[in-house]
């Protein structure tokens, strides 16, 4: 056999090897009596050949343990970068700019009256996030109220930092999202209904009815999910038209079109 290594600091030779008094092989146990190895379920004895393939074994196995603990290691980081907002060690997070924590702290009063002003004309999102509700910081949640007039559309985006649960409250939706692998899920959504738009998949909501106008709400994970919407990153962040025309296989004057659709009016 010669000698086995694993790197430079495990180094054993066939001589040493056969000086080892125990070893684990096939989940059964074997030990030195004497100058043989026997195997202690059956009690046969383990010849020459056999002991130092089994002892290859055990120093192979060896050398394996600091892979598999590295693996262990790798997964573990990642689990927790993937993590949405970071664990705090106090109950809560005061700002800095605050004295005294009372109720009110907890209390966002922003969404009063919000469906005090009858149909929406145009698509709006009310939200309830960090940058709105300071006491939300590291509670890892946020709230938004989506209104949607006839024919409104949520446009396509993501949210990088945390799944979507929407509930529809009033109305009809018709909402869709797609996967990594670019399969495209849709559902048709009625009052009482709830979808998961998981955490950074493109996904959209759709009011179809041409007279009614559609109310619901969505959680997030989050105190600060981030929205990216794909139109406007794509057609309004300065990318070159020239660019944007040979990505979807089009001509530049195509692309100013739409880009013109998209400046708000």
Do not use: W
Not at 14 to 31: C, G, P, Y
Not at 126 to 149: D, H, I, M, R, W
């Amino acid at each position: 056999m010669g000698h086995m290594e694993c790197d430079a600091n495990f180094v054993e030779t066939n001589q040493e090897a056969k000086n080892r008094h125990s070893v684990m092989a096939s989940s059964e146990l074997v030990f030195d009596n004497g100058d043989v190895l026997v195997n202690s379920r059956t009690g046969r004895i383990i010849n020459s050949d056999s002991r130092n393939q089994l002892l290859q074994i055990s120093m192979a196995l060896n050398c394996l343990r600091p892979t598999f603990l590295f693996l262990i290691m790798a997964l573990t980081i990642s689990h927790v970068v993937r993590a949405s907002d970071p664990d705090i060690t106090s109950d809560f997070i005061v700002p800095a700019n605050s004295n005294a924590v009372d109720g009110a702290f907890f209390t966002h009063t922003g969404l009063r009256g919000i469906f005090d002003g009858g149909a929406p004309t145009t698509f709006k999102v009310t939200k309830a996030s960090l940058a709105e509700f300071p006491a939300l910081n590291g509670q890892s949640v946020s709230f938004a109220v989506l209104q949607y007039p006839a024919g409104g559309v949520n446009p396509p985006h993501t949210h990088p930092r945390s799944a979507e649960l929407l509930f529809v409250i009033e109305g009809s939706l018709e909402v869709g999202l797609v996967d990594t692998t670019n399969k495209y899920f849709n559902q048709t959504l009625q009052v009482g209904d709830m979808f998961i738009f998981p955490k950074g998949l493109v996904h959209y909501q759709y009011n179809a009815s041409p007279s009614d106008a559609a109310f619901a709400v969505s959680a997030f994970g989050s105190a600060n999910a981030g929205t990216v919407s794909v139109p406007l990153s794509v057609f309004t962040t300065g990318i070159d038209d020239g660019i944007l025309a040979l990505a979807f296989k089009t001509d530049v004057a195509t692309i100013q079109k739409i880009k013109t659709g998209l400046v708000p009016k």
